[in-house]
């Protein structure tokens, strides 16, 4: 089964890749890696959510939020691969959590994420992870994710 097939399953249609906030590009292609820069959970444009984990926004919401940042992580490497079907596994996803103060479930909000990648992948799926709380990210999002993937 390809990639596209196991997305429309899952009721999953891919967005054009976000526009850049800064001057970067949303994936870049190295060698047989693909790396994205950090996925916000935007829809049409729009923050899902604002806020820190733990006060204004909930775990839950939160882990929501990581999944919407991976299906834009793979957006922005379909752009530049053209195919999903050529990822041959996801390698590592970074995620970086707006916490408030106390707040240490980070793992939990990032598994919306991590639970995406293998839906969609499969064993391919499974990845090396790194959950990071922090004070803030860009546009007040709550969860900001990172992947890299291998190619072929």
């Known amino acids: 089964m390809g990639v596209a097939q196991r997305l429309a399953e899952l009721g999953i249609e891919l967005p054009a890749p976000a526009a ?4 970067y590009a949303p994936a870049v292609l190295d060698g047989d890696r693909v790396h994205t820069s950090g996925q916000l ?3 049409g444009g729009e923050l899902t959510a604002t806020g820190l984990v733990g006060a204004e ?3 839950e919401d939160a882990a929501a939020c990581a999944r ?13 691969l053209g195919d999903l079907d ?8 970074t995620g970086f959590v707006a916490s408030a103060p106390g707040f240490s479930g980070q793992p939990a909000v990032l598994n919306g994420a ?5 839906e969609v992948f499969g064993e391919a799926g499974v990845h090396a992870r790194s959950a990071v709380g922090v004070a803030a990210l860009p546009l007040g999002a709550p969860v900001e994710v990172e992947v890299t993937v291998r190619v072929r």
């Open 114 to 118: 991590s639970d995406l990648l293998r």
């Open 86 to 93: 050529r990822v041959e596994a996801v390698v590592k996803v």
């Open 57 to 59: 926004v909930t775990p």
């Open 41 to 43: 959970p935007l829809v």
């Open 20 to 23: 850049p906030v800064g001057s």
């Open 68 to 80: 919407t940042c991976a299906v834009n992580a793979l957006a922005a490497i379909a752009a530049v």
